[in-house]
């Protein structure tokens, strides 16, 4: 059983939206905070969003922010991406990630996160 598992992923036209999932299974007690992280053909993966169960700010890469939605539905163990106003330059590789336990500066930073999904393609043409 996979515990992270995204969906959701598409192509579309500049401007446009997407929304992301991420199921979570069997590791719930291990998704205190989760995170968004993307990776683009010839490029470092990068933290995208970021999120705590307990509530409280989310964080976002300044290239996202104000576009950009994380949010989660506990009772459904789903993680959401909201992406509006879609760049050409979003193109990546979307993954959720998930620990139990990060430091507040780490909130993007990958090595924080111990589960990872296989991730799901977003493509944004202009």
């Known amino acids: 059983q996979v515990p992270l598992v995204e969906s959701g992923g598409g192509s579309v036209q500049a401007g446009g939206s997407l929304r992301l999932s991420c199921a979570v299974s069997?590791?719930?007690?291990?998704?205190?905070?989760m995170g968004w992280f993307r990776q683009a053909p010839g490029k470092e993966r990068e933290g995208v969003a970021s999120?705590?169960?307990?509530?409280?700010?989310?964080n976002y890469a300044d290239s996202v922010k104000g576009r950009f939605t994380v949010f989660r539905d506990e009772d459904k163990n789903i993680l959401y991406l909201q992406m509006n106003s879609l760049k050409p330059e979003d193109t990546a590789m979307y993954y959720c990630?998930?620990?139990?336990?990060?430091?507040?500066?780490?909130?993007?930073?990958?090595?924080?996160?111990?589960?990872w999904g296989q991730g799901t393609q977003v493509t944004v043409s202009s």
């Open positions: 069997g590791i719930t007690a291990s998704t205190t905070y």
């Open positions: 990630a998930a620990t139990q336990w990060r430091e507040p500066w780490e909130a993007l930073r990958e090595r924080a996160y111990n589960y």
């Open positions: 999120i705590y169960r307990g509530g409280g700010v989310n």
